[in-house]
C-alpha cells in the first residue's frame, strides 16, 4: 500500500510553500517532522487547552467547548472527521487526534476550536452498539458530540469557518457530498491518517500518513506517543482515550490474532504500550493486568458481542448501522456503489422465521435504503460466528440492484436493469470471488436469500473485509461503463 512520508525540507517548493501560507493562520502554523514512518506536528504556540491529564472531566469539557463553538458566529473549526461508517476505530481516532492537535495549540486563538466530528446522524450512534457501551461506561458525554446533523462541514452555520479538515480511518470526502462542496473542503484538508488503500483525493499540500495497519488507532497512538506531553496527558493512566485506543485496536485486529491478515506487529506494540494505561475496569470487565494477553480475552469478547449481537435490528438498522458509499468510474458512467456491514447471517436478516415474509421485508428495505441514496449497487456484508459450525467466524456476502420501479430517478428500465445485472455477475464471478477466497452460493430458500435473486453467497475466506472488497470492486467498475 502506498505510503507519503512527510519529510521536512528547508527550502520548500513555491508551489507548496505559496499554498501552505494561504490556508489559515492555525493551519500555517502546522509543520510536518518525518521520523520513522510516523508523523507529528509542532507549532510555536502556546497550547490552547489548559495542561494536565485529560481524564474523562477534562475530555467532556473539550468537548462541550467544540460543541458550543460549532454554532458561534465568528468561529474558525478545525473538524477532525473519522470516516462515515462511525465504528469504534473511526470514532476513538476522532476524538483522540482532536485533543491531542487541542493540546498541541493548533488552534490557538481565542476564536478557534479543534473539534472532532462523528460523521453519522447522531440518532445513528445507538447502533454502534460496542461504542454506546465503552464511551457511556468511560464516562464519556456523547450529549457533547458533534454529529453530522449538528454541523454540516459542506454548509457551515452563517458565521462558522471550517477552516482546515483532517480525515481519519479514511482518506477521501463521501462521494454523497456535492462535487462543487468535496472540492472546497478538499482544499481544506491539511492532514490525512489512515490504514485504507490510497485513493489520492487529497491535496499536495496535505500531510499524509497511509499505512496498511490493522487498526487507524494505532496510527493515531503513534502520533501522539511522538510528543511527550501529549503521550503523558492525553494518553494518561486510567483516561478515556488510551482505552478507547486499546479498544478499537483490539476490535479492528480480532484480539492481535496472529491468523487474521490485519493484524500487524505495529498493532502489537501499540497495544502493549497502551495496556498499562487503559482504565482498571469497563463495565464488569476488569483490566488491571490488560498487558496480559489472556486478560484482554474478556474485554476483546465483550467488544465483540456487543458489536455482533444485532439480531433485535431490523433490517433497515442492520444496513445503516456500518455503511460506506463510493463512486467508482468517472462521470455519467460511473457506479454509485453502498456497502453495508453487520453481524447478522444473511438467513436472519428478515428475522429468525425466514420465507417469504421475509424475503419481502428484506426486499422493501433495500429497495428504500438504495434509492434514498441514489445507489446502482448496495453490497451487503455480513460477518457472524456461526453457530452451525462450532462458532466460527463466517462472513456472507449480497448484491442488490435497485428495482425498476424505485431507482432513485435514474429512470432505469427493466432493459437496462438486466444489462447491469449481467455487468454485475460477471464481477462477481471473476473478479470478487478469487480476491475473496471463493464464493459459494446461498441456497435461495433459506430466510431472506430469496431477496438477492441468487446473488447471495458464503464467503469462503472470513478474513477478507470490506477493505478487501472495495478495491476489487472499484478497480473492475471504473474499467466498465454503466449501461444506461
Request: glycine residues 8%; aromatic residues 6%; hydrophobic residues 45%.
Amino acid at each position: 500500500m502506498p505510503t507519503r512520508p512527510v519529510v521536512a525540507s528547508p527550502s520548500p517548493p513555491p508551489a507548496r510553500l505559496h499554498a501552505l501560507r494561504t490556508l489559515t493562520t492555525a493551519a500555517a502554523r502546522i509543520r510536518s517532522v518525518a521520523r520513522d514512518r510516523a508523523m507529528s506536528w509542532r507549532t510555536s504556540a502556546a497550547p490552547a487547552s489548559t495542561a494536565g491529564a485529560v481524564d474523562a472531566t477534562a475530555l467532556n469539557a473539550f468537548l462541550r467547548a467544540g460543541q458550543a463553538a460549532a454554532t458561534t458566529p465568528g468561529t474558525k473549526l478545525y473538524v477532525v472527521m473519522g470516516n462515515e461508517a462511525a465504528d469504534l476505530d473511526s470514532i476513538a481516532c476522532a476524538i483522540a487526534l482532536a485533543t491531542s492537535l487541542d493540546r498541541d495549540g493548533v488552534a490557538a486563538e481565542a476564536n478557534e476550536r479543534v473539534i472532532p466530528l462523528i460523521a453519522i446522524p447522531r440518532d445513528d450512534f445507538s447502533l454502534r452498539a460496542d461504542a454506546a457501551w465503552l464511551l457511556r461506561d468511560l464516562g464519556v458525554d456523547v450529549s457533547s458530540l458533534v454529529f453530522l446533523d449538528d454541523l454540516d462541514v459542506a454548509a457551515p452555520p452563517s458565521g462558522v469557518e471550517i477552516a482546515g479538515l483532517t480525515l481519519v480511518d479514511h482518506n477521501a470526502l463521501s462521494p454523497r457530498l456535492a462535487a462543487s462542496a468535496a472540492a472546497a473542503l478538499a482544499s481544506k484538508t491539511v492532514l490525512v491518517i489512515d490504514h485504507h488503500d490510497d485513493e489520492k483525493k487529497y491535496p499536495d499540500t496535505a500531510f499524509v500518513t497511509i499505512e496498511p495497519t490493522g487498526s487507524c488507532a494505532t496510527l493515531v497512538f503513534e502520533r501522539i506517543a511522538k510528543t511527550r506531553s501529549c503521550a503523558r496527558d492525553v494518553l494518561c493512566a486510567g483516561g478515556p482515550i488510551a482505552t478507547m485506543l486499546f479498544a478499537a485496536v483490539l476490535i479492528d485486529t480480532q484480539n492481535l490474532d496472529p491468523a487474521a491478515t490485519r493484524s500487524t506487529p505495529r498493532d502489537v506494540a501499540a497495544v502493549d504500550a497502551l495496556a498499562p494505561r487503559v482504565a482498571a475496569k469497563v463495565g464488569d470487565v476488569a483490566l488491571v493486568d490488560a498487558s496480559d494477553a489472556s486478560a484482554r480475552i474478556g474485554f476483546y469478547e465483550e467488544l465483540k458481542r456487543r458489536r455482533f449481537d444485532q439480531r433485535g435490528l431490523s433490517p433497515r438498522d442492520l444496513l445503516r448501522r456500518d455503511y460506506k458509499q463510493w463512486t467508482m468510474g468517472d462521470g455519467r458512467w460511473g457506479w454509485e456503489v453502498g456497502v453495508a456491514s453487520f453481524g447478522v447471517p444473511l438467513t436472519e436478516m428478515g428475522g429468525r422465521g425466514g420465507g417469504d415474509d421475509a424475503s419481502s421485508v428484506v426486499t422493501a428495505a433495500c429497495d428504500a435504503f438504495a434509492r434514498e441514496r441514489g445507489l446502482d449497487v448496495l453490497v451487503l456484508m455480513a460477518a457472524f460466528d456461526d453457530a452451525n459450525d462450532g462458532g466460527a467466524f463466517a462472513r456472507q456476502l449480497a448484491f442488490w440492484l435497485p428495482s425498476a420501479a424505485s431507482s432513485g430517478g435514474a429512470g432505469v428500465d427493466a432493459e437496462t436493469r438486466s444489462k447491469r445485472d449481467a455487468v454485475l455477475r460477471e464481477m462477481i464471478a471473476e473478479t470478487l470471488a478469487p480476491a475473496l477466497g471463493g464464493l459459494e452460493r446461498l441456497d435461495a430458500e433459506e430466510g431472506a436469500v430469496g431477496a438477492f435473486e441468487g446473488r447471495a453467497y458464503a464467503q469462503r475466506d472470513a478474513r477478507a473485509s470490506r477493505k478487501k472488497l472495495q478495491p476489487a470492486m472499484a478497480a473492475r467498475l471504473s474499467e466498465t461503463p454503466k449501461p444506461r
